[in-house]
């Protein structure tokens, strides 16, 4: 315990580790003011009661609660998500595209240039849904094209000056400033689940007993996730000899450190907008709403929505996994640095032995990703309250998880680059130094 005060004390000892850890708290507060702003011309009031479930209650965690309260941040950032994922798929079908991502530094400016355009149509084109769907309440301004109009534009320059707080983050702050917009966002969300939670227990069936046990199984399932996001498996590099001058070079072993989960939350994800579709085809075709299949695959508690949704997410962990994870410019890189994995021949065999052990740490990780992502529902069907349940895995646990240890892990960088303890600990040894990992290989950033 006193180790870790005086870690404490070593961080608020360096100024631009204090500085950036000051900003990102000023910036993330006034995100959090915003969200409580209500969009011009509706009644904050006559959203306060209104229950935010299914995909609703999703996007509703995702943006802090300023979905269901009628926000100027309604939206939050997932459009700018959604422009990300879009340019990242295109990187891969379009060659234009293919060539911006290999151009370095003025390749990325193009594309994030290309994210922020494509941010700005996704979120007009959501806007106008939100207003035509979720300002039930004040449904004599529906008709209004005025309204319509100005409202479009608020929630879009809303999301545009949380995309660029995010950035500010990044550049000024400490961590992935838009992943860091989402965890506040999910973590407002959880005081109220746990009171929510607290009260029905006591007051209803279960008891106090009843919450401990899920305060503990919370817990575990936290442990668990981190092991997922964390668990890596090393490849030995050995690098040739050079001597240059008196000096000598390489003639060490290092590793590349392959993540057991190397395309993070991406496939549930996608995963999750698959699912949406049995939803959205009962809202436009009603001949269809009794349909026994699409009510199934639209009720998050059945077992052949659950069943379907955990097959996604394994079948798009590979996809994933497969266009983010290249192992032959590892292997190239590798050659051209004089470096070999100790009994495989460099080139084609290097980068086959690669993809093999990609593709076997691929499967249980896929699998352990699918069982985090139905444990809310299990949790909802032993009785637990549907707000609560969301943070027994899924999504938001897996961001939560994933941008914590990220941002540790800059602090801990800072702490150990001026010969400070760090926070976590790293597992380093003696005498061999862990390879940075390649493109794709690292914890995939929200």
Do not use: C
């Not at 838009?178 to 959880?190: K, T, Y």
């Not at 949406?276 to 075709?285: G, L």
């Not at 997410?313 to 190239?332: C, E, G, K, R």
């Amino acid at each position: 315990m006193k180790k870790f005060f005086t870690t404490l004390s070593n961080i608020w000892k360096i100024e631009d580790l204090r500085v950036r850890i000051i900003n990102t708290l000023l910036f993330l507060l006034i995100y959090r003011v915003g969200s409580f702003v209500v969009l011009p011309g509706v009644n904050g009031a006559s959203f306060a009661n209104q229950k935010a479930e299914g995909l609703v209650g999703l996007l509703n965690m995702f943006a802090g609660g300023s979905f269901s309260r009628a926000s100027i941040f309604a939206l939050g950032v997932m459009p700018y998500i959604s422009a990300s994922i879009v340019v990242q798929l295109l990187g891969i079908a379009v060659p234009y595209f293919t060539k911006l991502q290999k151009e370095g530094e003025s390749g990325r400016n193009k594309l994030n240039q290309w994210t922020r355009y494509l941010t700005i149509g996704i979120t007009a084109l959501q806007a106008i849904g939100y207003v035509r769907s979720q300002i039930g309440p004040d449904a004599r301004l529906i008709g209004d094209p005025i309204f319509t109009l100005l409202t479009t534009v608020v929630l879009t320059a809303g999301t545009l000056f949380v995309m660029w707080l995010g950035e500010k983050i990044t550049d000024k702050g400490i961590g992935n400033g838009i992943s860091l917009i989402i965890m506040v966002g999910i973590i407002a969300q959880l005081p109220g689940a746990f009171i929510t939670e607290f009260s029905s227990r006591t007051s209803g069936t279960g008891g106090l007993v009843t919450f401990i046990v899920e305060i503990v199984a919370l817990i575990g399932v936290v442990m668990f996730t981190i092991l997922i996001v964390q668990g890596t498996r090393k490849i030995a590099v050995q690098y040739a000899k050079r001597i240059v001058g008196n000096k000598q070079y390489g003639g060490v072993r290092q590793y590349i450190p392959l993540k057991v989960n190397a395309a993070g939350v991406m496939p549930i994800i996608f995963a999750q907008a698959l699912m949406f579709i049995p939803q959205t085809v009962q809202q436009f075709f009603p001949n269809a709403a009794s349909n026994g299949i699409l009510i199934a695959l639209s009720n998050y508690n059945s077992w052949q929505h659950n069943l379907l949704f955990g097959i996604l997410i394994i079948l798009f962990t590979y996809f994933y996994t497969a266009i983010t994870v290249n192992p032959n410019q590892m292997a190239d890189d590798m050659k051209k640095n004089g470096g070999f994995i100790p009994g495989i021949k460099p080139g084609k065999s290097t980068a086959d032995f690669i993809d093999g052990v990609i593709s076997k740490i691929t499967l249980p990780g896929s699998i352990f990703l699918a069982i985090i992502a139905i444990i809310p529902a299990i949790a909802s069907l032993v009785g637990v309250s549907a707000i609560f349940a969301r943070f027994f895995g899924g999504t938001s646990l897996i961001i939560l998880v994933g941008v914590v240890l990220d941002t540790l892990q800059q602090i801990e960088s800072h702490l150990l680059m001026r010969h400070y303890d760090g926070l976590m600990k790293t597992g380093r040894i003696k005498g061999r130094t862990a390879m940075p990992a390649a493109a794709g290989t690292s914890p995939t950033a929200i």
